[in-house]
């Protein structure tokens, strides 16, 4: 367990980069992932000035080890104290999980921790402590990897697997420590979205709505959400990953009643937060256009924690469009 401090009579701010997944490609104008994680972050942190950044994993494509040295020494470069879970990205293919795990762990401000080795990679949880008196707690789970299977089609695919009762069981353990801390809340974060994402999506929805024409940012104040739940914010643009076992883990959490949030990325497209028997299921915004993207879909989501836990969890849009348009036609990259 991992502990940081909030300064008494002030909020935390944990600021969360969703899916940086950094990759060779150039995007249409000459904009590439590398540059448009740096200019959403710096615009990111010039209005919340973060006490810890977190990324929801996919941290790089998992074909290139420089990729992987960009992306940690930039998170390291930017003088606060940061972690991350670890994405699907993170193990398939040619990504070699426990170097990236040893780069992490020879950086000087990332918090990370493997956990047990029989649960996957990356098991812990980062204490908020005001005056020695816990107020909220990150949980960070591995959402593994996908298992490729060859579909009806004759064509290999790839499937999410489920959280493992190994896993569900170190999760009550550390729900059930904080309790005994006289900790507050908890928040979950892991990259892969559980089952109730889509369940709770399509039950706060206004079924009618055209989303093609709702911007993210607008969606909060559009009348897209049924009775209960105006509350909600984002828009999600693409359907869903997800396992249908991982219900298990939510019907654990509202058991518990402890975990006010969980946050997840994977899905680019996607941003909505929606509050669901107790628990706001929050899809972090994307940053920047690793992997694939919309340009709509960009920011990191910002969460506010006071003395007595979770107060706000918002996005904070940076408009790829405008960095596209200002770009278009000057032949240069966007640089900071
Ligand atoms: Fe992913």
Same mark, same amino acid.
């Given at each position: 367990?991992f502990k940081l401090?909030?300064?008494?009579?002030?909020?935390?701010?944990?600021?969360?980069?969703?899916?940086?997944?950094?990759?060779?490609?150039?995007?249409?104008?000459?904009?590439?992932?590398?540059?448009?994680?740096?200019?959403?972050?710096?615009?990111?942190?010039?209005?919340?000035?973060?006490?810890l950044?977190a990324?929801?994993?996919?941290?790089?494509?998992?074909?290139?080890?420089?990729?992987?040295?960009?992306?940690?020494?930039?998170?390291?470069?930017?003088?606060?104290p940061w972690t991350t879970?670890?994405?699907?990205?993170?193990?398939?293919?040619?990504?070699?999980?426990?170097?990236?795990?040893?780069?992490l762990k020879?950086t000087?401000r990332c918090i990370f921790d493997?956990?047990?080795?029989?649960?996957?990679?990356?098991?812990f949880?980062i204490?908020?402590?005001?005056?020695?008196?816990?107020?909220?707690?990150l949980?960070l789970?591995?959402?593994?990897?996908?298992?490729?299977?060859?579909?009806?089609?004759?064509?290999?695919?790839?499937? *999410?697997?489920?959280?493992? !009762? =190994?896993?569900? $069981?170190?999760?009550?353990?550390? @729900?059930?420590?904080?309790?005994?801390?006289?900790?507050?809340?908890?928040?979950?974060?892991?990259?892969?979205?559980?089952?109730?994402?889509?369940?709770?999506?399509?039950?706060?929805?206004?079924?009618?709505?055209?989303?093609?024409?709702?911007?993210?940012?607008?969606?909060?104040?559009?009348?897209?959400?049924?009775?209960?739940?105006?509350?909600?914010?984002?828009?999600?643009?693409?359907?869903?990953?997800?396992?249908?076992?991982?219900?298990?883990?939510?019907?654990?959490?509202?058991?518990?009643?402890?975990?006010?949030?969980?946050?997840?990325?994977?899905?680019?497209?996607?941003?909505?937060?929606?509050?669901?028997?107790?628990?706001?299921?929050?899809?972090?915004?994307?940053?920047?256009?690793?992997?694939?993207?919309?340009?709509?879909?960009?920011?990191?989501?910002? *969460?506010?924690?006071?003395? !007595? =836990?979770?107060? $706000?969890?918002?996005?904070?849009? @940076?408009?790829?469009?405008?960095?596209?348009?200002?770009?278009?036609?000057?032949?240069?990259?966007?640089?900071?």
């Amino acid at each position: 367990m991992f502990k940081l401090q909030k300064k008494p009579g002030e909020d935390f701010t944990l600021i969360i980069l969703g899916d940086p997944q950094l990759d060779y490609e150039i995007y249409g104008n000459e904009l590439d992932s590398k540059n448009l994680v740096r200019v959403t972050v710096e615009e990111v942190m010039r209005r919340t000035t973060p006490d810890l950044i977190a990324t929801t994993g996919d941290l790089a494509d998992e074909y290139g080890r420089d990729l992987y040295e960009d992306i940690i020494s930039y998170m390291d470069s930017l003088e606060t104290p940061w972690t991350t879970v670890m994405g699907n990205h993170d193990q398939e293919g040619r990504a070699d999980t426990p170097e990236i795990m040893r780069m992490l762990k020879n950086t000087e401000r990332c918090i990370f921790d493997e956990g047990p080795e029989s649960l996957g990679y990356g098991h812990f949880t980062i204490v908020i402590e005001e005056e020695g008196r816990p107020v909220s707690a990150l949980i960070l789970m591995d959402s593994h990897r996908r298992q490729k299977f060859i579909n009806e089609r004759g064509k290999e695919d790839r499937y *999410v697997v489920p959280f493992t !009762e =190994g896993q569900i $069981d170190w999760y009550r353990g550390q @729900v059930e420590m904080l309790k005994e801390m006289g900790c507050p809340d908890s928040t979950l974060l892991f990259h892969i979205p559980l089952w109730e994402f889509r369940t709770a999506w399509k039950t706060a929805l206004r079924v009618k709505y055209q989303l093609d024409g709702v911007l993210p940012w607008e969606a909060a104040d559009f009348n897209i959400w049924n009775e209960g739940y105006e509350d909600s914010f984002g828009v999600n643009y693409e359907g869903f990953a997800f396992h249908p076992e991982s219900v298990k883990l939510f019907d654990v959490a509202r058991e518990l009643g402890h975990t006010k949030n969980i946050i997840c990325g994977h899905d680019h497209e996607n941003c909505a937060s929606v509050t669901y028997h107790g628990i706001r299921l929050t899809y972090c915004l994307k940053t920047g256009c690793g992997g694939y993207y919309s340009a709509k879909v960009n920011g990191c989501t910002a *969460v506010t924690i006071g003395a !007595e =836990g979770v107060k $706000d969890v918002r996005h904070e849009y @940076v408009d790829l469009r405008r960095l596209w348009y200002s770009n278009r036609g000057k032949g240069d990259k966007v640089t900071i």
